[in-house]
């Protein structure tokens, strides 16, 4: 595959790098919606939210990982997603998951839970609820 339709990606977690290589296309959900990313595309800074990161590294192979909140940074023909996690679907345990979910929404309906608290529980339901999407389909 020719260089010019290719791009770096470094996916990073806080646990190690994750990938790290050339791809076609690099498929993701920021804060705005989804966004594509091709060689030579225009700088970005922007946060991300949970969903399907998909890395197209060739015609015929793409990566696929679930993705929690984080940032992605698009400069010079490079990309880098810096997240909180990043999970292949295989990985996903949907019972682990079902039991963040009902302790997340227990935190939202409790009265008794502040604001900064709510935050946080909106953000894991957030994160759950992509990460069970993705597990079911």
């Known amino acids: ?4 339709s290719t791009f770096t990606v470094e996916v990073l977690t806080p646990e190690g790098e994750v990938f790290n290589g050339e791809v076609v296309q690099l498929s993701t959900r920021t804060v705005t919606g989804e966004i594509g990313i091709l060689a030579r595309h225009v700088p970005v800074l922007a946060a991300l939210k949970p969903t399907l990161l998909r890395l197209k590294v060739s015609d015929s192979e793409t990566k696929e ?3 929690s909140h984080g940032m992605l940074q698009v400069f010079a023909n490079n990309a880098q997603v810096l997240l909180e996690e990043a999970i292949e679907p295989s990985r996903l345990d949907t019972a682990a998951l079902e039991e963040q979910k009902t302790d997340a929404e227990a ?4 009265d008794s839970t502040g604001e900064a608290a709510r935050e946080v529980a909106e953000r894991d339901l957030e994160r759950v609820e992509a990460f069970l999407s993705i597990a079911n389909s």
Request: hydrophobic share 45%; glycine share 10%; proline share 0%.
């Open 107 to 110: 935190r939202l309906a409790d």
């Open 65 to 67: 990982w679930a993705q």
């Open 1 to 4: 595959m020719s260089g010019e």
